[in-house]
């Protein structure tokens, strides 16, 4: 089995290709999902108020993630505080994605922090989605994000040109959704061949 990990900038499109994977049919992962569904366990949501206080909360009692990301960006030690909560728990997931999906070929697994959090030794191989700056710039901008949160958060984050350096294989990100699936599954052909 080949494990390999799609990772990259903010907005450079990693959900987008691993949508395109899992239509596919193959096995996928995603970090950020996990992240998610997490967030919705209530011995979890403890944890994160007590790393931030209640002024992450809405007044439904609901938790305000733009809040907690802009307390992040505030403090590198808010910052240090929610991953080390949440990397372990992420990790197990992941292995637990692993052995439940032990007879597939290959399983892809997005994780936007991998250079960061330094799991680049858990993978076979480690592909990096890219684009231009400016279509970032725009991408970012339709994710709802404003330009001065997406540069703190960029400033969070090992610059592309430095994951690009150390990729196994770039995916370029712009083209056409149909143009992405064709070279994805040209590069999967020879994987399933070996
Ligand atoms: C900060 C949070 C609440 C923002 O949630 P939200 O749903 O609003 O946005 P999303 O998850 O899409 O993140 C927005 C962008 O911020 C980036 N980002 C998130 N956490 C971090 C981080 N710890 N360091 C650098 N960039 C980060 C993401 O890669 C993404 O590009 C959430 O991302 C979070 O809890 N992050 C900490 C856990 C973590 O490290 N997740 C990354 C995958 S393991
Ligand atoms: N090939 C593409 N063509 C057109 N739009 C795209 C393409 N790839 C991504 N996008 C758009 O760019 C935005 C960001 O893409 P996506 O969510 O896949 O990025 P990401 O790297 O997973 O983001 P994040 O860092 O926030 O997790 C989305 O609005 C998505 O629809």
């Given at each position: ?114 250079f960061?959090?330094?799991?680049e ?5 480690i592909?990096v ?29 090992l610059?592309?040109?430095e994951k690009e350096k150390r990729a196994h ?26």
């Amino acid at each position: 089995m080949k494990k390999i990990a799609i990772t990259g900038s903010l907005a450079t499109g990693k959900s987008t290709v691993l949508k395109i994977l899992q239509n596919l049919g193959f096995a996928t992962f995603s970090c950020d999902e996990v992240v998610r569904n997490l967030y919705e366990d209530p011995e979890i949501k403890k944890r994160v108020i007590g790393i931030f206080g209640e002024e992450i909360l809405e007044p439904d009692g609901k938790l305000n993630k733009k809040k907690i990301l802009e307390k992040i960006l505030e403090n590198q030690e808010f910052k240090k505080e929610l991953e080390a909560l949440f990397h372990p728990l992420v990790k197990k997931k992941c292995i637990e994605f692993i052995n439940a999906n032990k007879e597939e070929k290959i399983l892809f697994f997005e994780v936007p922090l991998l250079f960061e959090a330094g799991w680049e030794s858990f993978f076979d191989e480690i592909w990096v989605v890219s684009c231009s700056e400016k279509v970032q710039k725009e991408r970012i901008l339709k994710k709802g994000l404003d330009e001065k949160m997406g540069e703190g958060i960029l400033k969070l984050q090992l610059p592309l040109s430095e994951k690009e350096k150390r990729a196994h294989r770039i995916i370029f990100s712009e083209k056409s959704i149909e143009d992405l699936e064709k070279e994805l599954k040209e590069i999967i052909k020879e994987y399933l061949k070996a």
